[in-house]
């Protein structure tokens, strides 16, 4: 696995069967694919899931990062304190894409409960498929990062 197709997938006990169909899905599109569950169905806490992905993106271990929980709002809120995360939740296939083409987006956030697994694959596809456009957008995207301090 080289850090630049590899893609960090991470999930509350909410989301373990979207996430386990979202890293089929992607590994079949060539992608490298780093799971770091959880597997089991006990309860676990999402903040720590993930900050743990976001860590392997921020450190540049992982591409991109994509995690789920109910909603996709808390473990998206966990992330984004990671310095150099930016990270957005998408329940459609529009604000996938523009969180990539507009924000450079590194980690994308599912709601399991929110979304089905169709419109889930859909989402991934439009966020991995995207690609940033620079220009104006560069100067918002590193006025985001100024404010991490």
Partial sequence: MTASNRIVLSS???????RQAIAA???ANGWAVLDIGPTTPESTHYPERG???????ASGDCHLGIILCGTGQGIMM???????????????TYSAR?????????M?????RVVGEGLA???VDAFLNARFEGGRHATRVEMIGALEG
């Avoid at 509350?12 to 979207?18: T, V, Y």
């Avoid at 995360?85 to 998408?90: A, D, L, M, T």
């Avoid at 523009?98 to 590194?106: E, T």
């Avoid at 994308?108 to 399991?112: D, E, F, R, T």
């Fill in 12 to 18: 509350d006990h909410a989301a373990i069967p979207l």
């Fill in 25 to 27: 899905h992607i590994a």
């Fill in 51 to 57: 900050a743990a992905a976001a860590r392997l993106v």
């Fill in 78 to 92: 966990a992330a984004n304190k990671v310095k150099g995360i930016r990270c957005g939740v998408c329940s459609d």
């Fill in 98 to 106: 523009m969180i990539r083409q507009h924000n450079d987006a590194n």
């Fill in 108 to 112: 994308l956030s599912i709601g399991a």
């Fill in 121 to 123: 694959l859909d989402i």
